[in-house]
């Protein structure tokens, strides 16, 4: 298994640009969700997902789009991106259920920076 | 709200010493706790996971207790060594969702 992919690994975006930042998982979890790290503010949670079709907001989700039309890929978009969006992304992955499959699997990131 | 709290931001020891990482949180109504290790410019690597039923768990020299009722985790590293040096995170999740809130780290630097 390749786990939790993340693409691109790096990017750099001038502001009011768009993107999107791709993060497939090939465990078959039901449930994934999207992070980004900052200095000094540790990962908050932008948007998260229990399954296909079904996604919800973190703590952080503005500015960010997101939609599951699959288990495996969970894509995040930028729709018109500022320098405060500069952040390391990480996208993760678990299964559903209780008990030890809650367990979270972490993608590599993308390092983002908008000038 | 839930907040995490790692003391101290960051740890300086020899070789072969044992230590101890802490983890507090304000609500004690965890669904889990998970560790997590981060290298330089890397992901994160999960290191273990103590349900919110549990007290503590093993994986080698990695040892995490759970106390909910005073709100805090520790991470003990026996014998430690240069590859032990690293970013150690503490994460709680309050549901089955996956939902984590982390700590800001604690950054470890095992000296030869």
């Known amino acids: 298994n390749a786990g939790v992919t993340q693409t691109p690994k790096f990017q750099v975006l001038k502001t009011g640009q768009s993107m999107t930042l791709q993060c497939a998982q090939d465990?078959?979890?039901?449930?994934m969700s999207w992070y980004r790290q900052d200095p000094g503010m540790g990962l908050r949670l932008i948007h998260y997902?229990?399954?296909?079709?079904?996604?919800d907001q973190g703590e952080v989700p503005n500015g960010y789009n997101v939609s599951r039309s699959t288990t495996e890929d969970f894509p995040l978009r930028l729709l018109s991106a500022a320098p405060s969006q500069t952040s390391v992304y990480f996208c993760?992955?678990?299964?559903?259920?209780?008990?030890?499959?809650?367990?979270?699997?972490f993608g590599p990131g993308t390092r983002l920076t908008v000038l | 709200k839930q907040e995490v709290t790692q003391i101290p931001a960051a740890l300086s020891v020899p070789e072969g010493e044992n230590l101890v990482l802490n983890c507090s949180f304000t609500?004690?109504?965890?669904?889990?706790l998970q560790w997590f290790r981060q290298d330089p410019g890397k992901g994160l690597t999960s290191l273990l996971l103590?349900?919110?039923?549990?007290r503590e768990q093993t994986s080698g020299r990695l040892n995490a207790s759970l106390d909910k009722s005073s709100g805090r985790s520790t991470l003990y590293i026996a014998a430690s060594q240069p590859g032990d040096s690293a970013t150690y995170l503490c994460?709680?999740?309050?549901?089955?969702?996956?939902?984590?809130?982390f700590g800001q780290g604690t950054t470890l630097q095992v000296k030869p």
């Open positions: 993760a992955s678990k299964k559903a259920g209780g008990g030890a499959v809650n367990e979270q699997f």
């Open positions: 465990m078959n979890h039901e449930y």
């Open positions: 997902s229990v399954g296909a079709g079904i996604t």
């Open positions: 609500d004690s109504a965890i669904y889990n």
């Open positions: 103590i349900q919110s039923s549990q």
């Open positions: 994460a709680v999740g309050s549901s089955n969702t996956g939902k984590l809130i």
